[in-house]
């Protein structure tokens, strides 16, 4: 019986793709234990049952697997915030669903939103190709903004008049955002823009400050806290 065209390759493909899984979900027991600078690619082998040269078939270094794991956390971080702001509902609303999404989905993978949101890990440097996922989340706030300008929600507030060298922060930073987006312009005034990277910074704080723990010993745990920030940097955001 003839034998089905590709099918070995197909087998092949599977088997390393099942196994690239099962490296980077030991990758991330380790993130948990030994954190980012102390993961390495002889003790992911090591628990695996592997020789370290046999991975290396999979990720060249340290840092190719550190790639994969950031890239995967973006992405896994970016896909909720884009859910959540997708949902029915009026911009200050599905703003507020971005952030819990963000929050809830850091507190259900701790060590991945410490990985892209925590300190740097010494003698790493981000490729670009983690460029377009890290803009996820930020496109998904930019694109609750959008809809916002177009419904003329904040014009109910005269935006205050931005320095001129924060309003070309504002434009590179549009221009940057686009290039990452499929060349999209995000379609946001300036001042709409800055008023979201407050906030998108606000939020990021709050994240982290809860999952530091430093939140121990009063606003803990921070649901209420969070809640009231969420809406009060959506009226901001969205005068």
Not at 70 to 87: F, P, Q, R, W
Not at 136 to 146: D, E, K, S, T, Y
Not at 217 to 223: E, I, K, L, Q, V
Request: charged share 20%; glycine share 8%; hydrophobic share 45%.
């Amino acid at each position: 019986m003839a034998r089905k065209p590709n099918a070995g390759q197909n087998a092949r493909e599977r088997a390393r793709a099942e196994l690239t899984r099962e490296i980077k979900a030991e990758a991330r027991r380790q993130l948990a234990t030994s954190g980012a600078d102390g993961l390495s690619l002889r003790a992911v082998a090591r628990e695996l049952g592997m020789v370290s040269s046999a991975l290396y078939r999979y990720f060249a270094s340290r840092d190719d697997l550190l790639t994969a794991l950031i890239i995967d956390a973006y992405d896994a971080l970016g896909a909720a915030a884009e859910k959540a702001a997708a949902t029915e509902g009026e911009p200050r609303a599905r703003w507020i669903a971005a952030c819990r999404a963000v929050r809830s989905w850091a507190l259900a993978h701790p060590q991945e939103y410490a990985l892209i949101y925590g300190s740097p890990v010494p003698g790493y440097r981000a490729p670009e190709t983690t460029i377009a996922p890290a803009a996820r989340v930020p496109a998904a706030l930019v694109g609750i903004l959008r809809d916002a300008e177009a419904e003329g929600l904040p014009a109910q507030t005269p935006p205050r008049a931005l320095p001129e060298d924060l309003r070309e922060q504002a434009a590179a930073t549009t221009r940057a955002l686009a290039a990452v987006t499929g060349g999209k312009d995000p379609g946001v005034s300036p001042e709409t823009l800055v008023r979201g990277v407050i906030a998108w910074t606000q939020l990021a704080g709050m994240v982290s400050f809860e999952l530091f723990g430093q939140f121990a010993n009063g606003f803990d745990p921070a649901d209420a806290l969070f809640d009231h920030s969420a809406a009060q940097m959506a009226a901001f955001v969205i005068p």
